[in-house]
């Protein structure tokens, strides 16, 4: 084993860095696993990449093997660990036999400390808003349900007065290795820890409120505050207001998804606000103000004499606020002439006596239609 020279064998420099080792071990056992490769010296080549990434990958042995060619040092045993014929079991950190099959088959071996906290999961919640509370935000009161650290153990999941104590099954890691005989050796694999379940921790006496989770459903109440102009669709993130962590992590987040209800008055883009407002042919054509609603209050609008319809008037800051800055948006108020459907007496007098100005002739074709080519003449000006 000795004679080997495992840089050359994954084709890395004396200098490497565990980086460059560790990508040139993830490419070549790829790319010369059996189960992929049927070339017949594959099963030999995978097995020599093993031993040489298994040496260069532990500080210690790369001295050893740097110093007197061997891994075990001036003693000069040698060769492939991990058992008679077998691939290793590589838990000192490296990339391992565990990760090849992680990447053939899309799981991730989990080498972490299963007793170091973790946080609680994120959690949802979906607000339904009135149009004016999404504009002018409000402070409400929510409930809903989620794990909580249980108060009578502090998330321990032990009896008070105790204290969990280290696996005996897994001695603490959160996984067991099991060995099979197979054609090309003795395999090794991992599985979770059947009595603690992947804690590595055993709780002898469970808390008799949790029952040794840890953590209670619990129907958990929170006051938010809805910012002003919040938009259908949007969300809000509460830190800490999700469920309860692992080991004393922290909790996780709930994310608040808002759906804002439409309004008979009103349509929105962001921040700014749309209208549609009536008004006679005579306003139309003489101008004068209206009053305009807005989520504001009704205000007055002054509309030109002549105005057309279709046309589009801004009123400045009386739109929705800004979310992410200083005061509001506009609104834009359509105005639209409508065509009355009846006439009185006076009015049609008044209409007669327009189109006689005008030079409109009521006779002929059409002209008991006499309104409808009034209403064209406004919609073509």
Same mark, same amino acid.
């Given at each position: 084993?000795?004679?080997?020279?495992?840089?050359?064998?994954?084709?890395?420099?004396?200098?490497?860095?565990?980086?460059?080792?560790?990508?040139?071990?993830?490419?070549?056992?790829?790319?010369?696993?059996?189960?992929?490769?049927?070339?017949?010296?594959?099963?030999?080549?995978?097995?020599?990449?093993?031993?040489?990434?298994?040496?260069?990958?532990?500080?210690?042995?790369?001295?050893?093997?740097?110093?007197?060619?061997?891994?075990?040092?001036?003693?000069?045993?040698?060769?492939?660990?991990?058992?008679?014929?077998?691939?290793?079991?590589?838990?000192?950190?490296?990339?391992?036999?565990?990760?090849?099959?992680?990447?053939?088959?899309?799981?991730?071996?989990?080498?972490?400390?299963?007793?170091?906290?973790?946080?609680?999961?994120?959690?949802?919640?979906?607000?339904?808003?009135?149009?004016?509370?999404?504009?002018?935000?409000?402070?409400?009161?929510?409930?809903?349900?989620?794990?909580?650290?249980?108060?009578?153990?502090?998330?321990?999941?032990?009896?008070?007065?105790?204290?969990?104590?280290?696996?005996?099954?897994?001695?603490?890691?959160?996984?067991?290795?099991?060995?099979?005989?197979?054609?090309?050796?003795?395999?090794?694999?991992?599985?979770?820890?059947?009595?603690?379940?992947?804690?590595?921790?055993?709780?002898?006496?469970?808390?008799?409120?949790?029952?040794?989770?840890?953590?209670?459903?619990?129907?958990?109440?929170? =006051?938010?505050?809805? %910012? $002003? +102009?919040?938009?259908? @669709?949007?969300?809000? /993130? *509460?830190? !800490?207001? &999700?469920?309860?962590?692992?080991?004393?992590?922290?909790?996780?987040?709930?994310?608040?998804?808002?759906?804002?209800?439409?309004?008979?008055?009103?349509?929105?883009?962001?921040?700014?606000?749309?209208?549609?407002?009536?008004?006679?042919?005579?306003?139309?054509?003489?101008?004068?103000?209206?009053?305009?609603?807005?989520?504001?209050?009704?205000? =007055?609008?002054?509309? %030109? $004499? +002549?105005?057309?319809? @279709?046309?589009?008037? /801004? *009123?400045? !800051?009386? &739109?929705?606020?800004?979310?992410?800055?200083?005061?509001?948006g506009d609104e834009r108020v359509t105005v639209n002439v409508t065509?009355?459907?009846?006439?009185?007496?006076?009015?049609?007098?008044?209409?007669?006596?327009?189109?006689?100005?005008?030079?409109?002739?009521?006779?002929?074709?059409?002209?008991?239609?006499?309104?409808?080519?009034?209403?064209?003449?406004?919609?073509?000006?």
């Amino acid at each position: 084993m000795a004679s080997k020279d495992y840089y050359k064998i994954l084709g890395v420099s004396k200098d490497a860095s565990d980086d460059e080792i560790k990508h040139a071990y993830r490419r070549l056992s790829k790319k010369w696993h059996p189960d992929i490769n049927k070339a017949p010296d594959a099963e030999a080549k995978f097995k020599e990449i093993n031993e040489a990434y298994e040496t260069l990958s532990d500080p210690q042995k790369r001295a050893n093997y740097d110093q007197y060619g061997s891994a075990d040092g001036a003693a000069g045993a040698g060769g492939f660990g991990g058992g008679a014929g077998g691939f290793g079991n590589f838990d000192g950190g490296g990339f391992g036999f565990d990760d090849i099959f992680s990447q053939f088959f899309g799981g991730r071996q989990q080498n972490a400390d299963p007793s170091a906290p973790q946080q609680g999961r994120d959690l949802q919640y979906q607000m339904t808003l009135e149009f004016k509370e999404a504009i002018f935000g409000k402070k409400t009161v929510i409930k809903y349900n989620r794990e909580a650290q249980c108060k009578t153990c502090g998330g321990t999941g032990a009896k008070p007065g105790t204290s969990p104590v280290t696996c005996s099954r897994c001695g603490g890691r959160g996984f067991i290795v099991t060995e099979t005989n197979t054609p090309l050796g003795r395999m090794q694999s991992r599985q979770t820890c059947p009595v603690c379940h992947g804690t590595g921790k055993e709780i002898k006496e469970k808390c008799p409120t949790c029952g040794g989770r840890g953590r209670v459903d619990e129907r958990h109440e929170l =006051e938010v505050n809805v %910012p $002003a +102009g919040i938009d259908d @669709g949007q969300q809000m /993130r *509460l830190q !800490g207001q &999700g469920e309860a962590g692992v080991n004393g992590g922290p909790y996780g987040d709930l994310y608040i998804i808002f759906r804002v209800k439409p309004s008979k008055d009103f349509t929105r883009d962001g921040s700014t606000i749309y209208t549609d407002e009536q008004i006679s042919f005579a306003r139309a054509a003489l101008g004068g103000k209206i009053k305009v609603k807005t989520v504001h209050g009704d205000v =007055e609008l002054k509309i %030109p $004499a +002549g105005t057309q319809t @279709g046309t589009s008037f /801004r *009123l400045k !800051g009386k &739109g929705a606020p800004h979310l992410r800055g200083n005061g509001n948006g506009d609104e834009r108020v359509t105005v639209n002439v409508t065509t009355p459907k009846t006439l009185n007496k006076e009015q049609k007098i008044a209409l007669e006596a327009f189109a006689k100005a005008s030079g409109e002739s009521l006779g002929g074709k059409g002209g008991s239609n006499f309104f409808d080519k009034v209403k064209d003449a406004f919609d073509k000006k």
